[in-house]
């Protein structure tokens, strides 16, 4: 081992270091990857996705996670073929989950 040299600054000192990738730091990639897919699949990335509605990325996400709810609840009372219909109500959105050309109402 060489002899350390004095009075270098810190970035001098780490100059041509390279972590060592652990499998953790794959993992974690891994894991940031795939849920940047989820999103750009779930609100899109284009001039037609939900980020361009004004929103900020907590309200998405929570919009996300309410119609996922939304979904599973359809999915356990088993309807699998059913549409979502919008509209506007003075100051609400109201969102309907539509099989078959008939509305769905909760018992």
């Known amino acids: 081992m060489g002899k350390i040299p004095k009075g270098l600054s810190d970035k001098d000192m780490l100059d041509g270091y390279v972590e060592e990738v652990t499998m953790e730091a794959q993992f974690m990639a891994a894991e940031a990857a795939e849920d940047k897919k989820r999103r750009e699949k779930i609100f899109g990335t284009g001039k037609n996705s939900l980020s361009m509605s004004g929103l900020d990325d907590e309200t998405l996400e929570k919009l996300g996670r309410k119609l996922l709810e939304l ?3 359809l999915f356990r ?16 959105i109201v969102i309907t989950p539509v099989v078959r050309g008939q509305s769905m109402k909760k018992k």
Do not use: Q
Not at 79 to 92: A, C, G, P, Q
């Open 71 to 73: 979904k599973m609840e």
């Open 77 to 92: 009372e088993g309807i699998k073929n059913y549409t979502l219909k919008v509209k506007r109500e003075d100051w609400d």
